[in-house]
């Protein structure tokens, strides 16, 4: 495999799941950060050069290659392991929880932790507080079906981990830093414990 670089934000759970990937894999990654903070992916440079969208994370295959979105670099580097399952229908049903996880986890989970810790609830829009209700409401409903899902299996599509579970595991593992409590979900606090004890894992300040 060529030389692999994440552009990333080290904090952020979508480079996460990257990383946790390719130490899943004992892959190596060289890595570079950028501050989204203060913008720093939004420079002419980072836009000509790593990603005209203006995000992280991007796994940089080799020279040329950029990829952007983290559950495709994720499935760029998992392809032909045993993270990606083998029977056609199990690797339909584990890109169904990638999609899952973008659509109706992160963009609830995920985006009220940004807000909490890096811009602070007392400083907010009036058209983010206004949307704090609905977005708590869907995170909460997000869990609680990765809750009801888990308390039938160990793990999320077959007998072992797959990448739905690293996708999965990233935001989910730092909820309560967003204001939500997993005090509820036995299944899923169970799960996470799973995911933590596995041999390769890493945690997310690694």
């Known amino acids: 495999m060529a030389a692999l670089v994440l552009h990333e934000y080290a904090a952020s759970g979508n480079c996460y799941k990257i990383r946790l990937t390719a130490a899943h894999l004992g892959l190596p990654l060289e890595r570079r950060e950028y501050d989204i903070v203060k913008g ?3 420079t002419p440079e980072f836009l000509g050069q790593v990603n005209a969208n203006g995000r992280i994370p991007v796994l940089q295959v080799g020279i040329d290659d950029f990829l952007p979105e983290s559950n495709a670099a994720c499935f ?3 392809d032909g392991s045993d993270l990606i399952p083998h029977d056609r229908f199990a ?3 584990m890109l169904r929880w990638l999609f899952w996880e973008q659509y109706n986890h992160e963009p609830n989970v995920a985006t009220l932790r940004f ?6 609830l007392d400083n907010l829009s ?3 507080r206004a949307m704090l209700p609905a977005k708590r409401a869907a995170g909460e409903a997000a869990l609680a079906l990765m809750d009801e899902h888990l308390a039938k299996r160990d793990w999320f599509v077959i007998d072992r981990p797959t990448l739905a579970d690293i996708a999965l595991y990233a935001y989910t593992h730092v909820a309560e830093t967003g204001g939500f409590s997993l005090q509820p979900y036995p299944a899923l606090r169970a799960w996470l414990d799973r ?3 596995l041999p390769r894992h890493i945690p997310i300040t690694a």
Do not use: N, S
Request: charged share 25%; aromatic share 14%; net charge negative.
């Open 40 to 42: 720093e992916t939004r």
């Open 126 to 128: 009036d058209v983010q």
């Open 195 to 197: 995911m933590a004890a």
């Open 91 to 93: 690797r339909a049903d």
């Open 115 to 120: 807000w909490t810790v890096w811009i602070g």
């Open 76 to 78: 760029y580097l998992a």
